[in-house]
């Protein structure tokens, strides 16, 4: 098994060691062709990125670019999602804020770092797998195997992300150009101020332009120079040339035509590498010259940005309109908007189902007001199991339950090069040769002294791994046959296990396989025994900085991530871990209402409870009625397309990264739980940072804030939480009660216990929800980490929120309900203590030159780790644990802190208590 985990805690706690990290990342690499691998990574995706833009390290810093490069192939939601998080990166360290005024946080390094990346994953995105529909069709005609096919895929993949840094790395090699020129440029406000003329030193390196205010003096700002528009200028002033590029405008003058004309020989050159995606000219020589297929990538990776870059535009247009005006706005907005051929929500996974986004909704948009913000919720119809047209008979595919990966694998990889594989003239010994080529080029050591050692990162190698994937097979089945275009994106567990031990079958007809043996002994689960001594000693750390992991004594548990298609089997009741709400779909011309979900609850008290909650319309419900509404004659005349409503919230001028960051420790507390088989309910959903100041969050289903519940007609005048509950689910002793009541502790004990170790703040009513089922869901993680509004005079000093309200819904100290309660807490705490290393690796990855203001922010203190250290109670005696952990409940009940500042919310904001 290869548990992500462990890959990503061993290349944190070695970073300084150059053999540690190769060996790590191409045994991942090697294996992300396996769903639950991939959601590791995928889940991991923070960390491993915050490493690849910050490590400072004495080794080639390409390494983890390379592994970069490889995964994005596999999956061109990967790709998306590493651009986000770079491009973010990038606005954190430019050299200049949008106004034009030298930024505080600019770091050459970490900018120009992201700069390269990104371009690079946009070749990668572009020009794809030379390979890709040759392997398809050997594999298809039976001429090599599922195993043969998956390592020749690695090495395309692999040899394409080398070619792409070992030309990156020959241009630093280069011969640095620079001197003093005259400049102005423009800056970036809306009325284009022109600045005067200024003499500055210009070095041109790793295709950047770096502009100093004297030789060997201080960087005043930079520029990207792939793609950039160079060009003479014709003006009363001689020798002028321009320099346009991702919003930069220089405008330079040299002393004479010799000098200008060496200059813009130089920066062209720089800029022919041209990047695709430039948009500072109406035509793109590069884009003109790319094959179909080529375009067709292109094409759905500039339009998906675009797409997600407009949803989050309109949050930013909104917030600038009056208040009153907003709600009047936003549907012509939305109904406005542009919605390009292949788009979709990238609040998935890659192994979750694709849905393409067709058209908007535009009546049912929300709009949330606040003073400085103005988050919206849209409504989109969307389409999976639509005809994928072959180039030839019998290559069409036709399958709703096609994943992201799958389904952008298939369009745009396989059917995208199907129509040119006749004019492609290469061979089975080509491809061959090229992955050979590929094997050769490889960092890590393969001689006798080195291969031998035995290694299983993470487990035993016979574990079964829980494979449950989110398939509607009532609606069509799939299509997994041998040689699918389908079956050849994944490899299931299995299939793995049996190639990496040399047993997988192979077809007795296949021809010219023999070099392909050559990689065999590249996919053991083996690590060079060097490696292996030193990872188990930790010698080559010597006196060098330590990580938390090397203080630990503990062992290092594994926790399966309940995630996606993974997701691990549970004893008990699901419902218990997971929360799924489900839409109504149209299928075969009928619209089936989606899943309440309602457990032990009856009907008719859900029904109460979303009177409510959600003003009498479930989410299964609304999306009826949605489709009702929007869906057309060809909408149910489209044979075995599945039609429904995808919805997200977009913000902006707000930076989700850092509530990305606290959703994924959540998320592994879910897990923690999960594996421990404790009945503790978390409500884990997506989050995704686009920018700085942009984002979209996974809209939450037939819940609402306390708040909201609170203010909502039909709420008990008197009796607070605990009538609610009755008048919604009956009596005390009836079934409906009981099962909402246990909803209610089972979530309040998971989220205290999360709320208490993530030290989340700012827990008001207007940041906790609370669902139809009764189960609490706490939101909005601006505060973390111990950091508060108010900082050192914050009014809330209780361990978690534990209200009277709270207790009572429980039905008090003494009843079994609050005993259950305390159990399950403390168990809780048990497990969370049990599994920490993994916690305290994550938290310790993320604040090595950190941005959040949960690690850097007044009030978030000198030592966060420290600090979180001490709320696990790492440094108690283990017969002292429980005891201490139920003293926290007892801290925090009837807490004066938590009342204050409840009424001070209600006071400021509004807020019901």
Excluded at 91 to 114: A, I
Excluded at 581 to 594: C, K, P, T
């Amino acid at each position: 098994k290869v548990h992500m985990e462990k890959m990503v805690m061993l290349i944190w706690q070695f970073r300084d060691d150059q053999k540690v990290i190769e060996f790590m990342a191409q045994f991942v690499a090697k294996f992300a062709n396996r769903r639950d691998v991939f959601d590791g990574i995928e889940f991991y995706l923070p960390q491993l990125a915050h490493m690849i833009i910050h490590l400072e390290v004495n080794w080639d810093d390409s390494i983890l670019e390379r592994f970069a490069l490889i995964i994005a192939q596999q999956s061109l939601h990967f790709a998306l999602q590493l651009n986000w998080i770079l491009q973010a990166a990038i606005e954190d360290y430019e050299p200049e804020l949008p106004d034009g005024t030298p930024n505080p946080r600019y770091q050459p390094l970490f900018y120009s770092r992201c700069v390269k990346l990104l371009t690079n994953i946009e070749r990668c995105v572009v020009y794809g797998r030379s390979r890709s529909i040759e392997l398809q069709r050997l594999y298809e005609k039976g001429k090599i195997t599922k195993q043969e096919y998956d390592i020749l895929d690695h090495a395309d993949r692999r040899f394409n992300a080398l070619q792409i840094t070992t030309h990156a790395q020959q241009d630093d090699d280069e011969q640095k150009f620079g001197g003093l020129l005259l400049y102005k440029r423009k800056a970036r406000s809306a009325c284009y101020k022109p600045k005067p003329w200024k003499e500055r030193y210009f070095g041109v390196d790793d295709r950047m332009l770096h502009c100093y205010n004297a030789k060997g003096g201080t960087l005043v700002r930079s520029m990207p120079l792939e793609g950039a528009l160079v060009e003479e200028m014709q003006s009363k002033y001689p020798n002028m040339f321009s320099v346009e590029n991702r919003g930069f405008y220089f405008v330079m003058r040299a002393k004479d035509e010799a000098e200008k004309q060496r200059w813009m020989e130089v920066l062209q050159e720089e800029a022919k590498a041209v990047d695709l995606f430039n948009e500072a000219t109406s035509t793109n020589p590069m884009v003109e010259s790319l094959t179909p297929s080529q375009k067709s990538r292109f094409d759905f990776f500039k339009n998906e940005r675009d797409f997600i870059r407009d949803v989050c535009g309109i949050a930013e247009t909104l917030r600038f309109q009056e208040r009153s005006e907003r709600k009047k706005l936003a549907p012509g907005l939305v109904d406005n908007m542009s919605i390009p051929p292949v788009v979709y929500s990238p609040l998935v996974n890659s192994t979750e189902i694709w849905r393409r986004i067709e058209r908007t909704i535009a009546k049912d948009t929300k709009v949330f007001n606040t003073n400085e913000r103005c988050p919206l919720i849209l409504h989109f119809i969307s389409k999976r199991g639509e005809l994928l047209s072959g180039a030839n008979p019998g290559e069409d595919v036709k399958d709703p339950n096609l994943d992201v990966a799958e389904y952008l694998r298939v369009r745009f990889d396989i059917l995208g090069e199907s129509k040119a594989a006749g004019e492609n003239g290469s061979t089975m010994e080509a491809i061959q040769e090229d992955a050979v080529e590929s094997s050769e080029m490889k960092e890590a050591p393969t001689n006798d002294d080195d291969v031998g050692q035995e290694v299983v990162i993470g487990g035993d190698s016979g574990e079964e791994n829980g494979n449950n994937n989110n398939n509607n097979s009532e609606i069509m089945g799939n299509n997994s046959d041998h040689g699918s275009l389908k079956s050849s994106v994944w490899m299931e567990p299995s299939e793995t296990d049996a190639s990496t031990n040399g047993t997988a079958s192979r077809n007795p007809n296949a021809k010219g396989n023999r070099q392909v043996q050559v990689f065999l002994r590249d996919n053991l689960v083996s690590i060079p025994r060097k490696l292996g001594d030193r990872i188990g000693s930790k010698r080559n750390l010597g006196g060098k900085r330590k990580s938390v992991l090397d203080k630990a004594t503990q062992p290092f548990e594994t926790v399966p991530i309940l995630e996606g298609s993974f997701r691990a089997p549970l004893e008990d009741d699901e419902r218990s871990t997971v929360s799924i709400e489900r839409g109504s779909v149209l299928a075969n011309s009928a619209i089936l209402l989606g899943d309440h979900e309602q457990g032990q609850i009856d009907m008719e008290s859900i029904d109460r409870a979303k009177a409510t909650v959600c003003g009498g319309e479930s989410w299964a419900d609304k999306t009826k009625r949605m489709l009702e509404e929007n869906v057309t004659d060809e909408d149910q005349d489209e044979d075995g397309c599945v039609t429904e409503v995808t919805s997200l919230m977009a913000k902006s001028n707000d930076d989700l990264r850092q509530e990305v960051f606290v959703m994924q420790m959540i998320h592994y507390y879910k897990s923690v739980f999960a594996k421990a088989n404790l009945p503790m309910w978390l409500k884990t959903y997506q989050i995704r940072s686009i920018s700085q100041r942009t984002g979209l969050i996974e809209v939450l289903t037939d819940a609402t804030s306390i708040d909201g519940l609170k203010k909502a007609d039909g709420y008990p005048e008197e009796g607070g939480l605990r009538a609610y509950f009755e008048q919604t689910y009956g009596g005390p002793d009836s079934v409906s009660f009981l099962a909402a009541q246990t909803n209610f502790m089972q979530s309040l004990a998971a989220y205290s216990i999360v709320a208490y170790l993530l030290g989340l703040k700012d827990r008001h009513n207007g940041n906790i929800m609370i669902d139809t089922r009764g189960h609490l869901i706490q939101i909005d993680f601006g505060f973390a980490m111990g950091m508060a509004p108010g900082n050192e005079f914050s009014m809330e000093r209780a361990p978690f929120k534990l209200t009277p309200e709270y207790v009572e819904v429980m039905g008090g100290v003494d009843a079994e309900c609050f005993k259950e309660f305390k159990r399950l807490f403390v168990e809780g705490m048990v497990e969370a203590r049990k599994n920490s290393l993994i916690a305290l690796g994550l938290v310790e990855i993320m604040m090595y030159k950190s941005n959040y203001p949960c690690f850097t922010g007044r009030g978030a203190g000198v030592k966060p780790l420290k600090a979180f250290e001490e709320r696990l109670m790492l440094h108690v005696p283990d017969d002292k644990v429980k005891d201490r952990a139920a003293a926290l409940i007892d801290q925090s009940m009837n807490n004066r802190g938590t009342h204050l500042y409840d009424a001070f919310q209600k006071w400021s904001n509004g807020y019901a208590i």
